[in-house]
C-alpha cells in the first residue's frame, strides 16, 4: 500500500484494501477508514492486532480502535434512507451489510457522487453502488428507545434539515414544508413528527413506483396523509401503514412511560482526524506496531539484494544496454548511409568492405544483446536466490500468530510466486533499453530537423509519462485480482485435503456456491484491469499516431522531400512504437510490484526471538542445573481476538513436579500450556521460567527442551522413519527398537507394507488417529535433554488400558523432568504430584490430588464422581451394546457380560 501524506479531511477515493479471509473485513475496512484520513497503517499487523488483543468482528471494537488511532469516530445509528442523504453528514462510514447468505459484512461507504456511491468492500475492492441497491443490502438494527429520547433526536437540526431536504425531493416549497414541520414540532410527543416522516416515505415510494408525479400531485398527498395520521391513534395507523414509520411503540406500553421500536442502518461515522493525538501512544504493542511500521518499499529492497554482490554487475549490464540503444539507432543511420553511398561504391572490393562492416556492426549489436539478455536472466536467478534464502531464514522466527492469522493458501500463494522475481531483471532491462531508444531516437529526429523539436519532445514526453502516469491505476486493480487468485486457491487446497469430509457432509453445493462468488469476483477484477489496460494503449496509440503525423508533415512543409525524410519518417512512426513497448512493460510492473509486496510482508514480520544469539548463548549459560524447569504464574491473563481466554492465573510449579491439568472443554487448558511454547503470550501479569521472564532467547532454549505431544503436532507425508526422528537431536541411539516398543509401534510396523520406509500420507493419512499419536509420542521420546514435557491429550484415540500403560510410560521416561498432562481422564491423575482445575479461563483450584479429592465440595472431587457415576451407568445399563474394532472388523459383546477392562468406552445405542 501507498503511504498517505497527512491531511485532515478525507480523499475523494477511498483506499482499496483486499481482505485476506473471509474473517478480516473488519481489519481492512479499519485500514480503509484510517489511510482515508492520512493515518498510515500496517493491513498485516492491525490483522495480528485482531486475532489477539482486539476483538475485529465488533463493531465497537472497531470504533474504540479507531478513535484510538487518531480518528474522530462515532457509533451511530441511523435510518437507512438518511444514511445517504448530504445533509446528515454521516459519510464515510464503516457499514454493516447483510450478504445474501444472511452473514455480516463490513464495508467503508465513502462518498455519494450523484445516484451513485462509492463503497470500498473489502471482499470485492472499489465498487459505485446505487443509492436504492446499497439501501437494499444494508443490515438493519431494531432498538428500544424511549419515546423523548428519540423526539429530541428527531427534532435536532441534523435530521431536520435531512426531513427537509427529502421533503423539497418530492417537489414541496419551502413554504409547505415549514407549515408541517411547525404542526409536527408544535407537539412535543413523538406522534407527529414520526407521522411526518412516515408520510413522506409512504409517498416517496409512490413516486418511484409511478403511481404519483413529484410536484404539486406529491405535495397535495404528503398535505393530505399527513393531517388525516395526526388524528390517528398512535397505537393502530390506518392510512400509512407500520412498515413506513421510523418507530413504533413497543407492545404492552403505557402512554406515560412509552418506548419506542427504532430500525436503523448500524455504522462508525469519522469525521476527521483528531487534533494533538499522537496515534501510537497508549495503544496496545500489537495496535502501537501497526501504526509504527514503516510502509514496504520494494523497489529499495530490490536494490538493496542487488547491490549485494556490488556494483560492477549493475553498472556493466547499464552500459550493456546503452550501447545496445546506440546500436538500434545506428543501424538506421547505417540503412541511410548506404542509401547514400550505394552510387559510389564502383568496385567489388569497396561492396565486400562494406558488407564486411555492415556484418561486423551487426555481429557486435547481435553479441550485445545476446550479453544482456544472459546477464539479466543470470541477476534473475540471483534475485530469486536471495528472496529464498531470506524466506527460509525468516520462517523459523515467525511467531505462530503470523500463520494462524492467515489461510493456508494465501502463503502458498505466496511462496508459489517467488519464480517470478528471476523475472524482474530482464523487465527492468527492457524498460530501460525502451527508454534510451526513446532518447536516442528523439535527439535524433531534433538532429534531423530542429523546427520539429516541439512536437518531438511531446511525442516522446506522451510516450515516456503515460505509462508512469497510469502506474497507481493499475497497481489497484491487479493487487486486487491477486488477492482474489490467492483467495480462489484456498478452494483448491481444501477440496485436497478434505474431499471426503466434504462428500461425506453433502457440502458440495454449498462449496460451490462459495466458490462461484470467488470466481465472480476474479472475472470482474480482471475485466476491470483488461479494460483500462486497452482504453490506455488505445488512447496512447491515437495521440501518439496523430503527434507523429503532424510531426512529418510539418518537416516535409519545412524541408521538402530530402534524403533524411525517409530517415525522419522511420524514427518518428518508431516513436509509438516504443511507447506502446512501455505501455506493455508498465501492465507488467503492477504484477512483480504486488508479488513483491506480498513476499516482503512475511520478511517484515516481527520476529519471535528478539534476542541475539550471543544473548542465547547467555541464557544457556545462566540455566540452572536442575533437570526440570521451574514456572512460576504471577496474574497472567491471555486475550485472543478481544475475548479474555486466561485470567488471573497465579500458581508456581516446582522443577520436576508431574501436574495433572483437568477442566472441560474450553476451559483454557491448552492455552494455558501454550504459555510455555509461545503460542500466546501474556496481555497481563508476568510468566517467569526459571525464575526469568519467558522472552526471547529463554523461550527458544526452552523449546529445544521441551517434548510435546499433541494431536495438532503434524504428520509429515514422508516415511515412518522420517516421521519418528524429525525434530530429534543430531546424534540418533544405535537403535530404534526401544523407542518404538516404549511408544507401542511395532504392532504398527508390521502392517505397514513397506516397514520403516512406508510413507504415511499427508497429516498420517495411511494410520489411524491412535496410530498417529503413537507416531508422535515416539517423535517425542527421541527428543534429548527434556527439561519439560507437555502432553495435551497425548494418546486421545486409543483405549483406556493403553492410554494408562502409555501415560506410566511417559511419566517414568520424563520422571525428572517438569510434565503438564492435560486429560479428560481425571482419574489418572490421581497419582500425580499436582493437579490444576481450570473452568472458565480461571485456575479454580491446585494443590496435591489426595487432598483436594478428600476436600468436601472441591471442583476435583466433583470431576471424579461425576467421571465414576459416568461409567457406572454406562456400564451396568442393559440398553447399550458393547463394541469394539478387531483387525477392521466390529465385534459385539454379549449385553450380558459387559466388561470396562477389555472393552473400548465406546457404546452404540
Known amino acids: 500500500m501507498i503511504r498517505l501524506r497527512p491531511t485532515d479531511g478525507p480523499r475523494r477515493f477511498a483506499p482499496e484494501v483486499i481482505q485476506s479471509s473471509w474473517m478480516d473485513c473488519g481489519p481492512a475496512a479499519l485500514k480503509c477508514l484510517l489511510e482515508g484520513f492520512g493515518i498510515p497503517v500496517s493491513y498485516g499487523r492491525l490483522r495480528e492486532a485482531c486475532q489477539t488483543g482486539v476483538d475485529g468482528t465488533s463493531i465497537d471494537t472497531l470504533e474504540e480502535v479507531a478513535r484510538r488511532c487518531g480518528l474522530d469516530a462515532e457509533q451511530q445509528l441511523l435510518p437507512a434512507d438518511h444514511l445517504l442523504e448530504p445533509a446528515s453528514g454521516a459519510l464515510p462510514a464503516i457499514v454493516i451489510v447483510q450478504l445474501p447468505s444472511g452473514a455480516t459484512h463490513f464495508v467503508v461507504v465513502w462518498r455519494r457522487h450523484g445516484r451513485f456511491v462509492q463503497v470500498m468492500d473489502p471482499s470485492r475492492g472499489r465498487r459505485w453502488v446505487s443509492l436504492r441497491g446499497l439501501i437494499g ?41 415549514d407549515e408541517h414541520l411547525r404542526v409536527a414540532l408544535a407537539d412535543a410527543g413523538w406522534h407527529p413528527l414520526a407521522a411526518l416522516d412516515a408520510t413522506r416515505k409512504m409517498v416517496g415510494y409512490l413516486v418511484r413506483s409511478g403511481g404519483l408525479t413529484a410536484g404539486r400531485p406529491a405535495a397535495r398527498a404528503v398535505d393530505t396523509f399527513f393531517h388525516q395520521t395526526l388524528r390517528e391513534p398512535p397505537l393502530a395507523p390506518v392510512t400509512v401503514s407500520r412498515p413506513y414509520w421510523p418507530v413504533v411503540p413497543l407492545p404492552g406500553e403505557s402512554e406515560a412511560d412509552t418506548r419506542l421500536a427504532f430500525r436503523g442502518a448500524v455504522l462508525i461515522h469519522a469525521s476527521s482526524r483528531r487534533q494533538g493525538v499522537q496515534p501510537h501512544e497508549g495503544l496496545p504493542p500489537e495496535l502501537a506496531a501497526a501504526l509504527t511500521e514503516p510502509p514496504p518499499r520494494p523497489g529499495r529492497e530490490l536494490v538493496r539484494m542487488l547491490r549485494a554482490d556490488g556494483l560492477v554487475a549493475p553498472a556493466a549490464l547499464l552500459t550493456g544496454l546503452g550501447l545496445a540503444a546506440f546500436g538500434t539507432v545506428g543501424e538506421a543511420l547505417l540503412f541511410r548511409g548506404l542509401l547514400e553511398v550505394g552510387n559510389r561504391l564502383t568496385l567489388l572490393s569497396q561492396w565486400l568492405q562494406a558488407l564486411l562492416a555492415l556484418c561486423v556492426f551487426l555481429s557486435i549489436c547481435l553479441g550485445l544483446d545476446v550479453l544482456n539478455g544472459l546477464s539479466m536472466r543470470k541477476t534473475g536467478r540471483r534475485l530469486e536466490v536471495r528472496f529464498r534464502m531470506a524466506f527460509l531464514e525468516k520462517l523459523p522466527r515467525m511467531h505462530d500468530r503470523y500463520f494462524s492469522s492467515r489461510p493456508h493458501s494465501d502463503m502458498a500463494e505466496r511462496c508459489h510466486s517467488l519464480h517470478r522475481l528471476r ?56 493487487l486486487r485480482v491477486r488477492s482474489h487468485s490467492a483467495a480462489l486457491s484456498r478452494f483448491y487446497l481444501d477440496a485436497l485435503i478434505g474431499l471426503v469430509s466434504v ?57 521538402g522531400a530530402q534524403s533524411s525524410s525517409l530517415l525522419v519518417l522511420y524514427w518518428t512512426l518508431n516513436l509509438p512504437l516504443v511507447g506502446q513497448k512501455l505501455a ?51 496474574g497472567v491473563s491471555v486475550v485472543a ?24 472443554s474450553g476451559a483454557g487448558k491448552s492455552s494455558l500450556v501454550g504459555l510455555l511454547v509461545g503460542w500466546h503470550h501474556a496481555a497481563g501479569g508476568e510468566l517467569l521460567v526459571d525464575g526469568a521472564p519467558l522472552d526471547g532467547a529463554r523461550l527458544e532454549r526452552l523449546r529445544r527442551e521441551t517434548a510435546w505431544v499433541d494431536p495438532a503436532v503434524q504428520l509429515w507425508n514422508r516415511s515412518f522413519l522420517d516421521n519418528l526422528t524429525y525434530g530429534a537431536a543430531s546424534e540418533l541411539p544405535a537403535s530404534l527398537s526401544p523407542v518404538i516398543g516404549a511408544a507401542d509401534l511395532l504392532p504398527v510396523l508390521e502392517r505397514l507394507p513397506d516397514g520403516l520406509q512406508t510413507s504415511l500420507g499427508e497429516g498420517g493419512a495411511r494410520v489411524s488417529g491412535g496410530e498417529g499419536q503413537r507416531v508422535r509420542f515416539g517423535r517425542a521420546m527421541l527428543r534429548s535433554d527434556v527439561r519439560l514435557a507437555i502432553l495435551d491429550e497425548p494418546f486421545r484415540g486409543l483405549d483406556r488400558e ?33 493437579v ?74
Open 802 to 834: 493403553r492410554r494408562h500403560e502409555l501415560l506410566e510410560r511417559a511419566r517414568e521416561r520424563w520422571a525428572r523432568a517438569t510434565l503438564l498432562c492435560i486429560t479428560h481422564d481425571v482419574a489418572e491423575t490421581r497419582d500425580f504430584d499436582q
Open 137 to 177: 443490502e444494508l443490515y438493519l438494527h431494531t432498538t428500544a428507545l424511549p419515546a423523548p429520547a428519540w423526539r429530541d433526536w428527531a427534532g435536532s437540526e441534523t435530521m431536520l434539515a435531512v426531513l427537509r431536504g427529502q421533503l423539497r425531493a418530492l417537489g414541496l416549497e419551502d413554504g409547505e414544508i
Open 423 to 478: 523475472l524482474l531483471p530482464g523487465l527492468g532491462g527492457q524498460l530501460v533499453l525502451g527508454i534510451f531508444e526513446l532518447l536516442l531516437t528523439t535527439v535524433g529526429l531534433i538532429w534531423l530537423d530542429p523546427g520539429s523539436a516541439p512536437a518531438a519532445l511531446a511525442l516522446m514526453l506522451t510516450a515516456l509519462l503515460t505509462p508512469l502516469a497510469i502506474q497507481p491505476v493499475l497497481a489497484e486493480r491487479e
Open 584 to 634: 506493455q512493460l508498465a501492465r507488467q510492473y503492477p504484477l512483480h510490484r504486488n508479488v513483491t509486496l506480498r513476499l516482503m510482508e512475511p520478511l517484515g514480520a516481527r520476529d519471535e526471538m528478539g534476542d541475539t544469539p550471543a544473548a542465547s548463548e547467555d541464557a544457556a549459560r545462566a540455566a540452572p542445573a536442575t533437570q526440570g524447569v521451574a514456572v512460576d504464574f504471577q
Open 836 to 909: 490444576l482445575v481450570v473452568e472458565a479461563g480461571r485456575v479454580v483450584e491446585h494443590g496435591e490430588p489426595s487432598v483436594l479429592a478428600a476436600m468436601p465440595g472441591s471442583r476435583y472431587r466433583a470431576l471424579l464422581e461425576a467421571e465414576a457415576q459416568a461409567k457406572a451407568e454406562v456400564w451396568s445399563n442393559d440398553t447399550w451394546t458393547r463394541a469394539r474394532m478387531e483387525n477392521g472388523a466390529l465385534v459385539t459383546a454379549p449385553r450380558e457380560t459387559p466388561r470396562e477392562d477389555t472393552w473400548a468406552e465406546e457404546a452404540v445405542a
Open 641 to 664: 481476538g478481544g475475548h479474555t481466554v486466561l485470567e488471573d492465573v497465579a500458581l508456581s510449579i516446582a522443577p520436576g513436579t508431574h501436574v495433572g491439568i483437568v477442566g472441560p
Open 503 to 559: 462428500r461425506a457432509h453433502g457440502a458440495e453445493r454449498a462449496l460451490r456456491r462459495e466458490h462461484e462468488g470467488h470466481v465472480v469476483e476474479w472475472a470482474r477484477s480482471s475485466a476491470a484491469l483488461q479494460r483500462v489496460s486497452v482504453w490506455v494503449e488505445g488512447l496512447l496509440a491515437l495521440v501518439s499516431l496523430g503527434l507523429a503525423v503532424v510531426l512529418v508533415f510539418g518537416h516535409l512543409s519545412r524541408a
